[in-house]
């Protein structure tokens, strides 16, 4: 009977361990893509300040599904959690742009949300929208945060600053890049005027340079392909001013890779930063640098 007794004790902890082992090994591998954004997020510092913006996060797409949308996500909730710098509240639900609902929000972000024109069908929902960044708040948009507006909703393509027109300058391809404002305050990441980096790159219909601050730019001149603008002007980050709001967008984030790219997620913050007021940075137009 005491041998039954001592079997029986060793198999459960022979599967205690098994067990502990096997748990022990799922919290050491987590999420790979988490695993690369928490790597790049190292470097990036706490920050402080006095009340933590509350932000929106839409990410449903309405028209093209980018596959890097989810890691959107992560990478944004990742970053408020490792800086402090911002509380999201992620939402793929139209219903959560209400005016009574918007009232709990310092700012959003539009995280690849193509066509939204698509999803926001309603003026009472467009309007409180856009109403919502004119009163002061502040808008921040993801690649396909700019596939969206006209020709059926201009106005939101007036707000953003331009509708996408085709990208030239594909995900596979490696693409020259200019610092046109490297003494702004969303640009302190960026250690030279030029890089190249992989990424799909935008041309934009609707896009009028003098109504907006372009801050990174493709050099196109020296990309190998040509797109639609006679002047070769194809901004990719830019801020702009919309009412009493601020917008800040980038064309970046099309590839996965960029949302574990550590000088763009400190682009990427303090643009959403610059968004809700908690950094200073101009905002008026720049004129386009002459072709090197």
């Known amino acids: 009977m005491e041998y039954d007794v001592f079997i029986k004790f060793c198999m459960f902890r022979n599967i205690t361990i098994l067990l502990c082992f096997g748990l022990t090994c799922l919290s050491a591998s987590p999420d790979p893509e988490l695993k690369k954004i928490e790597k790049a997020l190292q470097t990036v510092p706490p920050v402080k300040s006095q009340k933590v913006p509350q932000i929106l996060v839409y990410s449903k797409a309405s ?6 949308i989810p890691t959107g996500v992560k990478a944004l909730r990742a970053l408020a959690q490792k800086t402090g710098a911002f509380n999201p509240t992620f939402s793929q639900s139209v219903e959560d742009f209400s005016v009574e609902n918007l009232k709990e929000f310092d700012g959003l972000i539009f995280n690849n949300c193509t066509r939204v024109e698509k999803a926001f069908v309603t003026q009472k929902q467009r309007s409180a929208l856009l109403n919502f960044i004119r009163k002061g708040n502040g808008f921040v948009g993801f690649h396909g945060a700019s596939d969206a507006g006209m020709p059926k909703w201009q106005e939101y393509t007036n707000m953003i600053g331009g509708c996408f027109d085709g990208h030239p300058w594909n995900a596979g391809g490696t693409w020259p890049f200019r ?27 609707g896009y ?79 004129p386009q640098p002459p072709r090197l």
């Open 179 to 205: 610092v046109e404002d490297p003494g702004h305050a969303l640009c302190k990441s960026f250690s030279a005027k030029t890089f190249r980096f992989s990424d799909e790159i935008y041309q934009y219909k």
């Open 208 to 286: 009028d340079r003098k109504n907006l601050r372009v801050l990174i730019s493709l050099d196109a001149n020296k990309s190998g392909k040509s797109g639609k603008s006679p002047t070769q002007d194809y901004p990719v980050s830019w801020v702009k001013s919309y009412g009493k709001g601020r917008v800040f967008y980038s064309n970046f984030g099309h590839n996965k890779a960029t949302w574990w790219t550590p000088f763009l997620l400190e682009h990427f913050l303090a643009g959403i930063r610059w968004s809700v007021g908690e950094l200073d940075g101009l905002y008026d137009s720049l």
């Open 63 to 68: 028209g093209f599904a980018h596959k890097s």
